[in-house]
C-alpha cells in the first residue's frame, strides 16, 4: 500500500468516531480563536499607544547634540540652521519636523511663583501635530465668574455650579455635557454660563510674543487671558533669562500635571528669551533649539519591521548631516520607559497565552489518551493481520495532523473577519477609560493588530503541542502487545 493509502486511511479513521475528532478539534481550535484575538488586541493596542506617544511628543527621530541625551541641558542645543531643514525637505521618508527648545524657569506674579516648565515651539506645526487648539480653554470658571452667575441662580443649581469651580474647558459641547451630566439646568442657564466664563479668543496666527499657559498654573498666579506673566531662568550658555509676556490663552489639557505647570511660547519667542543665538562675524544670526524631532511615512510600532524602516530613515540623515557633533536618535531610546512599560505587559500576555496553551494541551492529551484506549483492540489487530508498527505509527502521525491544521486553519479563517473589522473599525472607549487615554493626548480607541507574524507563534505552538501529544501515542503503539491487546 503506498502512502497515499495509509494518508486515506487515517483521514477516514478520523470520521469513524466523529464526537471524539471534534472534541479533539475543538479543543485546540478554541486555543487558537482565543490566542490570536488575545494577542492581536494586545499588538493592535500597543502600537497605538505608541503611535500616539511618538508621533505627538517625541517624534519618530530627533536631531539632536552628542551629548544631550545623557545631560539634557539647554547649553547642548544645536543650531536650527537652512541646512538641516534642507536635508529634511529633500527627504521623502520624513513626513513632518518640528523643533522645540525648552526649559525650565520661575512663572510669577506679584507675591505667587511658582516652576514651570518653558516649551518653545512653532505654534502652527503644534496645531498641525497635536491639534493645540483643543487643548486651550475656550471656558473657565474662576471664583467671579462662579461668584456671579450663582448669584440670581436657585440653591440646586448653584450647589452643583459650584462643584465646576475653577475648572477649564476646551468647547461649548464639553462644558455643558459635564453641567449637564451633573444635572444641571442647562436649557435655562447655560447660555449665561458660555457669557460670563468665555475667554478672550485666541487668534493662532497673531501670537507675536504672548505666550500659552496651564489653566491651574494662571490660577494659581491669580492670572487671566490678557494679563502679564513673569518669567526668570537659565538661558543659553550660562546667560540669564528674564522676560514679561502677555498671557494670550490658557491650555486645558486632559492631565493636570500639564495644566500646572506648562508655559508655552513661540519658537522665536523662546529662544530670545533664552538667548539661544549667535551673531557670526558677518553679523547673521544662528537661532538654536533643544533638538529636532521629526515623524516618517512610517508608523512608529511594536513590529521590528516597522523601527528598521524608521532606522533606515535615521541613517540616511545621519549620512547626510555628516556632523560628529550631531547625532539621530530613534524612538526607542527616546522613550524607554514606555518601552519598558510594555515589555512587562507584554511578558504578563505571554503568560497568559501559555497557561491557555497548557490547559488545552492537557485537554488534547486526555482525550487522545482515551483514543488510544478506544481503539487499542484496533491496533492489535491491524497488527495481527501484518500492518507493521511503523506503518501504524505514520497512519496515527497523519490523523494528528490532520486534527491540528484543521483546528488551526478554522481558528484562523474564524478569526481573520474579527481582526480586520476590529483593525478597520476600533473599540471606541468612553468613560473613565476613555478619559484615562486622554490623559496622555490620545485617541480613546483599541484597535487589532492586523494579520501579522504573531500569527505564525499560535501555528508554532499547535504544532509543538500536536507534536508532544504524538509522543505519547506513538509510544504507547511501539510498547503495545498485539495478544494483550486482542484480549482489550
Given at each position: 500500500?503506498?502512502?497515499?493509502?495509509?494518508?486515506?486511511?487515517?483521514?477516514?479513521?478520523?470520521?469513524?468516531?466523529k464526537?471524539r475528532?471534534?472534541?479533539t478539534?475543538?479543543?485546540?481550535f478554541?486555543?487558537?480563536?482565543f490566542s490570536?484575538?488575545m494577542?492581536s488586541?494586545?499588538?493592535?493596542?500597543?502600537?497605538?499607544?505608541?503611535?500616539n506617544?511618538?508621533?505627538?511628543?517625541?517624534?519618530?527621530?530627533?536631531?539632536?547634540?552628542v551629548?544631550y541625551?545623557?545631560?539634557q541641558?539647554?547649553?547642548y542645543?544645536?543650531?536650527?540652521?537652512?541646512?538641516?531643514?534642507?536635508?529634511?525637505?529633500?527627504?521623502?521618508?520624513?513626513?513632518?519636523?518640528?523643533?522645540?527648545?525648552?526649559?525650565?524657569?520661575?512663572?510669577?506674579?506679584?507675591?505667587?511663583?511658582?516652576?514651570a516648565?518653558?516649551?518653545?515651539v512653532?505654534?502652527?506645526?503644534e496645531?498641525?501635530?497635536?491639534?493645540?487648539?483643543?487643548?486651550?480653554?475656550?471656558?473657565f470658571?474662576?471664583s467671579?465668574?462662579i461668584?456671579?452667575?450663582?448669584?440670581?441662580?436657585?440653591?440646586?443649581?448653584a450647589?452643583?455650579l459650584?462643584?465646576?469651580k475653577?475648572?477649564?474647558y476646551?468647547?461649548?459641547?464639553?462644558?455643558?455635557?459635564?453641567?449637564?451630566?451633573?444635572?444641571?439646568?442647562?436649557?435655562?442657564?447655560?447660555s449665561?454660563v458660555?457669557?460670563?466664563?468665555?475667554?478672550l479668543?485666541v487668534?493662532?496666527?497673531?501670537y507675536?510674543?504672548d505666550?500659552?499657559?496651564?489653566?491651574?498654573?494662571?490660577?494659581?498666579?491669580?492670572l487671566?487671558?490678557g494679563d502679564?506673566?513673569?518669567?526668570?531662568g537659565?538661558?543659553?550658555?550660562?546667560?540669564t533669562?528674564?522676560?514679561?509676556?502677555r498671557?494670550?490663552?490658557?491650555?486645558?489639557?486632559?492631565?493636570?500635571?500639564?495644566?500646572?505647570?506648562?508655559v508655552?511660547?513661540?519658537?522665536?519667542?523662546?529662544?530670545?528669551?533664552?538667548?539661544?543665538y549667535?551673531?557670526?562675524?558677518?553679523?547673521?544670526?544662528?537661532?538654536?533649539?533643544?533638538?529636532?524631532?521629526?515623524?516618517?511615512?512610517?508608523?512608529?510600532?511594536?513590529?521590528e519591521?516597522d523601527?528598521?524602516?524608521?532606522?533606515?530613515?535615521?541613517?540616511?540623515?545621519e549620512?547626510?548631516?555628516?556632523?560628529k557633533?550631531?547625532?539621530?536618535?530613534?524612538?526607542r531610546?527616546?522613550?524607554?520607559?514606555l518601552?519598558?512599560?510594555i515589555?512587562?505587559?507584554?511578558?504578563?500576555?505571554?503568560?497568559?497565552?501559555?497557561?491557555?496553551?497548557?490547559i488545552?494541551?492537557?485537554?488534547v492529551?486526555?482525550?487522545v489518551?482515551?483514543?488510544?484506549?478506544?481503539?487499542?483492540?484496533?491496533?492489535?489487530?491491524?497488527?495481527?493481520?501484518?500492518?507493521?508498527?511503523?506503518?501504524?505509527?505514520?497512519?496515527v502521525s497523519?490523523?494528528?495532523?490532520f486534527?491540528g491544521m484543521?483546528?488551526?486553519?478554522?481558528?484562523i479563517?474564524?478569526?481573520?473577519?474579527?481582526?480586520?473589522y476590529?483593525?478597520?473599525?476600533?473599540?471606541v472607549?468612553?468613560?473613565?477609560?476613555?478619559k484615562?487615554?486622554?490623559?496622555?493626548?490620545?485617541?480613546?480607541?483599541?484597535?487589532?493588530q492586523?494579520?501579522?507574524?504573531?500569527?505564525?507563534s499560535?501555528?508554532?505552538?499547535?504544532?509543538?503541542?500536536?507534536?508532544?501529544?504524538?509522543?505519547?501515542?506513538?509510544?504507547?503503539?511501539?510498547?503495545?502487545?498485539?495478544?494483550?491487546?486482542?484480549?482489550?
Amino acid at each position: 500500500m503506498n502512502i497515499f493509502g495509509d494518508i486515506r486511511i487515517a483521514w477516514r479513521n478520523l470520521w469513524r468516531n466523529k464526537r471524539r475528532t471534534i472534541i479533539t478539534i475543538s479543543s485546540i481550535f478554541f486555543a487558537v480563536f482565543f490566542s490570536i484575538l488575545m494577542r492581536s488586541f494586545q499588538l493592535g493596542t500597543y502600537s497605538h499607544m505608541i503611535d500616539n506617544m511618538v508621533t505627538q511628543f517625541s517624534g519618530h527621530l530627533q536631531i539632536q547634540d552628542v551629548d544631550y541625551m545623557d545631560n539634557q541641558m539647554i547649553d547642548y542645543s544645536i543650531p536650527y540652521t537652512d541646512s538641516i531643514k534642507q536635508i529634511l525637505d529633500d527627504n521623502k521618508d520624513v513626513d513632518f519636523y518640528f523643533p522645540r527648545i525648552q526649559t525650565g524657569s520661575l512663572a510669577s506674579s506679584g507675591l505667587n511663583s511658582k516652576f514651570a516648565l518653558v516649551m518653545g515651539v512653532d505654534y502652527q506645526k503644534e496645531i498641525e501635530l497635536i491639534d493645540l487648539k483643543r487643548n486651550v480653554a475656550e471656558f473657565f470658571l474662576d471664583s467671579s465668574a462662579i461668584r456671579i452667575l450663582t448669584e440670581g441662580m436657585d440653591k440646586e443649581n448653584a450647589e452643583i455650579l459650584l462643584k465646576y469651580k475653577n475648572k477649564a474647558y476646551s468647547s461649548k459641547l464639553d462644558l455643558r455635557e459635564n453641567l449637564f451630566a451633573d444635572g444641571f439646568d442647562t436649557a435655562k442657564y447655560i447660555s449665561e454660563v458660555y457669557q460670563k466664563t468665555a475667554l478672550l479668543e485666541v487668534k493662532y496666527n497673531k501670537y507675536g510674543e504672548d505666550v500659552l499657559v496651564g489653566y491651574k498654573l494662571a490660577q494659581y498666579l491669580e492670572l487671566t487671558v490678557g494679563d502679564s506673566i513673569i518669567l526668570i531662568g537659565q538661558g543659553f550658555e550660562g546667560a540669564t533669562a528674564v522676560g514679561k509676556f502677555r498671557i494670550a490663552g490658557l491650555l486645558n489639557f486632559p492631565a493636570d500635571a500639564f495644566n500646572e505647570r506648562f508655559v508655552y511660547m513661540p519658537l522665536h519667542t523662546a529662544q530670545i528669551y533664552l538667548s539661544a543665538y549667535r551673531l557670526d562675524d558677518n553679523q547673521d544670526t544662528t537661532y538654536y533649539v533643544n533638538y529636532v524631532a521629526m515623524n516618517t511615512v512610517y508608523q512608529a510600532s511594536v513590529r521590528e519591521g516597522d523601527y528598521k524602516r524608521i532606522l533606515k530613515v535615521k541613517n540616511e540623515v545621519e549620512e547626510k548631516l555628516n556632523n560628529k557633533m550631531l547625532t539621530v536618535v530613534g524612538w526607542r531610546n527616546l522613550n524607554k520607559d514606555l518601552i519598558q512599560g510594555i515589555q512587562m505587559d507584554n511578558e504578563s500576555g505571554k503568560i497568559m497565552i501559555f497557561v491557555l496553551y497548557l490547559i488545552i494541551a492537557f485537554g488534547v492529551l486526555g482525550t487522545v489518551m482515551m483514543m488510544i484506549a478506544e481503539r487499542k483492540r484496533e491496533f492489535g489487530m491491524m497488527m495481527a493481520v501484518g500492518l507493521k508498527r511503523r506503518k501504524l505509527s505514520f497512519i496515527v502521525s497523519v490523523e494528528m495532523f490532520f486534527i491540528g491544521m484543521i483546528a488551526t486553519v478554522a481558528g484562523i479563517v474564524v478569526t481573520a473577519p474579527i481582526i480586520w473589522y476590529g483593525h478597520v473599525h476600533p473599540i471606541v472607549l468612553r468613560g473613565e477609560a476613555a478619559k484615562s487615554m486622554d490623559m496622555y493626548n490620545m485617541e480613546p480607541v483599541l484597535p487589532f493588530q492586523s494579520f501579522d507574524t504573531y500569527i505564525l507563534s499560535q501555528l508554532l505552538v499547535v504544532a509543538v503541542i500536536v507534536a508532544i501529544v504524538l509522543i505519547y501515542a506513538l509510544l504507547k503503539i511501539r510498547k503495545l502487545k498485539v495478544i494483550n491487546a486482542l484480549r482489550a
